[in-house]
Structure formats: structure tokens, C-alpha cells
T-cell receptor, first 107, second 116 residues
């Protein structure tokens, strides 16, 4: 079962930063936090992952709190193509998807 | 470098027929995962395979479903005697290795099964 909690939906204005929160209060020391997204029933797409340090790549930034009990995915300049369901996943041995957050980017 | 290839993309079967879904992982990947997504629902893990071995089938229905990943050729998800409730999108993913830092899976575009 998923070990994360995410809001079911969020809106974001086009061009603004989208900040997607995730709670994972039961995370253990060797479990990574991964983020995926699924655009309109396409195959899920890996975005980013981290253990305890903040991470950044060409798609997004991941901010993990010091106690590792929560994290935030940041899309710095959201576009309409970022409208998708975003999944925050804590991984030990396999990738288990929860319901995710449905992000709508609004023109 | 071709991504994960799934075929067929769309498959229509009548109740009681068999469905075979194929997945060719990315080059160099020896780990394959199958997920099912029912209409308007989330992705559910089904099975994890390495070449010639089933590693974790905890998400597979106990009857009618089977999966294989032979030494040569694609991974196959087989559904026997399909029922309407099997109508779903079936996604395959591959990865090059497994450990706690390799949750980076590469997904195919899915096979959409419709049972009439």
C-alpha cells in the first residue's frame, strides 16, 4: 500500500510555480522519495527522486524536509502541458502508486 | 534508443477469449513490471519479473492471469477467459537494475484491453 498522502487536486496559473506537497510521515531511513506524473492516461513518466537532500533537474525541484516526513515537488514555471496526475511514492522494494494529485494548469 | 514498446496498443476480446499483451523493455533492461489501470482508477502493481524469473507476483489475480519474461523475446502478460472486469489499460515498465535507489522505471504507452 502507498505510504504517502497527497491532496487530491490542485490548480495553478500558467507561468507560475506549482508546489505539490506530499506527506510521508512513516518513511524509514533508507527509503527514497520518487515523483512520477501521468498525463491523460499515457504511461507514467519519472520526474525526480531524493533521499534527504534537495534535488533539481531539468523538469523540477524536490524539497525534502529535514525530518524527511514531507516533501514538495516544484514545477518552476507551469505550462498547460504540465496538467497531469502527480504521484509521490516512497520506495522500498517496488513502486506502488497512490491516488496522486491531479494538477490543472489554468491559462 | 527505443523506449519500452508495448503491443498491441488496443485489443478487443469477447468474454471467454484469451488476451496476450507483449512488452519489450528498453535495451539493456532486464527487469520488467506490469501495472493495471482500471477506468477512472489508479495504477495497481501486478507483477515484477526478471529474465526467466517471477520475482514478485503479489498483485496478480490468483486465477486466469499469468506473466512470463523468457530468456529471448518480450515479456508476456496473459489473461485467460477474459471477463468484462478485465477491461483496463495495462502498462509495462522496465528498469536496468533493482535496489532501493532504482525506482526510476521507464513506462510504455500501455495496452488497452476492451472485453465485449
Amino acid at each position: 500500500d502507498a505510504k504517502t498522502t497527497q491532496p487530491p487536486s490542485m490548480d495553478c496559473a500558467e507561468g507560475r510555480a506549482a508546489n505539490l506537497p506530499c506527506n510521508h510521515s512513516t518513511i524509514s531511513g533508507n527509503e527514497y522519495v520518487y515523483w512520477y506524473r501521468q498525463i491523460h492516461s499515457q504511461g507514467p513518466q519519472y520526474i525526480i527522486h531524493g533521499l534527504k537532500n534537495n534535488e533539481t533537474n531539468e523538469m523540477a525541484s524536490l524539497i525534502i524536509t529535514e525530518d524527511r516526513k514531507s516533501s514538495t515537488l516544484i514545477l518552476p514555471h507551469a505550462t498547460l502541458r504540465d496538467t497531469a496526475v502527480y504521484y509521490c511514492i516512497v520506495i522500498y522494494d517496488k513502486v506502488i502508486f497512490g491516488p496522486g494529485t491531479s494538477l490543472s494548469v489554468i491559462p | 534508443n527505443a523506449g519500452v514498446m508495448q503491443n498491441p496498443r488496443h485489443l478487443v476480446r469477447r468474454r471467454g477469449q484469451e488476451a496476450r499483451l507483449r512488452c519489450s523493455p528498453m535495451k539493456g533492461h532486464s527487469h520488467v513490471y506490469w501495472y493495471r489501470q482500471l477506468p477512472e482508477e489508479g495504477l495497481k502493481f501486478m507483477v515484477y519479473l526478471q529474465k526467466e524469473n517471477i520475482i514478485d507476483e503479489s498483485g496478480m489475480p490468483k486465477e486466469r492471469f499469468s506473466a512470463e519474461f523468457p530468456k529471448e523475446g518480450p515479456s508476456i502478460l496473459r489473461i485467460q477467459q477474459v471477463v468484462r472486469g478485465d477491461s483496463a489499460a495495462y502498462f509495462c515498465a522496465s528498469s536496468p537494475r533493482v535496489n532501493t535507489e532504482t525506482g526510476e522505471l521507464f513506462f510504455g504507452e500501455g495496452s488497452r484491453l476492451t472485453v465485449l
